[in-house]
């Protein structure tokens, strides 16, 4: 997967950086707040059902007046025909995630803690990986794959304190069902159900317009930096190269 300098990435050296890179951004992205689209189609009796009701006699009467408002609008849009949906403008951003939680006798798993403990790390070191095969220079693509040997091992050297007390704490139930190295807790069978039902679980809990704009910027990169250099300024550093 070795090119000359000044050359354009080959195809395998695009697939790998794209898949690597692109599992870095994703993992990244999961821990921003879940993206969604500003403009949501509902019904329009969700809306005045949603609206909060003061207690007492005064809300009983504002409940009565609004359910009476919504079936007269109801019956007017049956005898005119239109329907009942409109657009409801809402916060890009749903800051309403879920977290794994302790319960009693076991944990419950959700989102990135299926997949590794130290998102942090990996998603650096993967992105670093991923950037690697951009490069024709060994000693650079060495250099790049350094964060992920810091998150192999500052990974579980982390984890062996928090075992012990020292700095944190990890819980035993979440130790035994989660682990350092991305997706190996889920292959292994650790999180219970099988493999099948583990993938299951972390397809539903993923954040998925944040891992389609993770996508979408690893192939923006992996684009723009693997047609390689062919500009005047490489010819001529290529040609003062060779003359000496």
């Known amino acids: 997967m070795l090119w000359k300098l000044g050359g354009a990435v080959p195809l395998s050296g695009k697939i790998a950086s794209f898949l690597v890179m692109g599992l870095g951004l994703g993992l990244m992205s999961q821990t921003a707040p879940k993206f969604q689209i500003p403009l949501e189609y509902i019904s329009a009796s969700s809306s005045s059902s949603s609206t909060e009701i003061n207690s007492g006699k005064e809300g009983q009467i504002q409940a009565q007046q609004s359910q009476s408002n919504s079936n007269a609008a109801s019956a007017d849009d049956s005898r005119s025909g239109s329907g009942s949906k409109k657009w409801k403008v809402r916060c890009p951003f749903d800051f309403t995630d879920k977290k794994s939680n302790s319960l009693e006798g076991g944990v419950q798993l959700n989102g990135l803690d299926r997949i590794t403990r ?127």
């Open 118 to 244: 130290h998102p942090g790390l990996w998603s650096f070191g993967l992105i670093g990986l991923g950037s690697s095969f951009l490069t024709p220079c060994v000693a650079t693509r060495i250099w790049l794959s350094m964060p992920l040997m810091m998150a192999l091992i500052g990974g579980g050297h982390t984890d062996s304190r928090h075992r012990r007390g020292m700095g944190g704490v990890l819980n035993k139930e979440l130790d035994e069902q989660t682990s350092n190295v991305p997706f190996w807790a889920i292959v292994s069978g650790k999180q219970g159900g099988g493999v099948q039902e583990s993938f299951g679980n972390l397809y539903d809990e993923i954040k998925g317009l944040n891992g389609l704009i993770a996508m979408g910027v690893a192939a923006t990169v992996v684009a723009s930096r693997g047609r390689g250099s062919s500009g005047s300024s490489s010819r001529v550093m290529l040609r003062n190269a060779t003359s000496r």
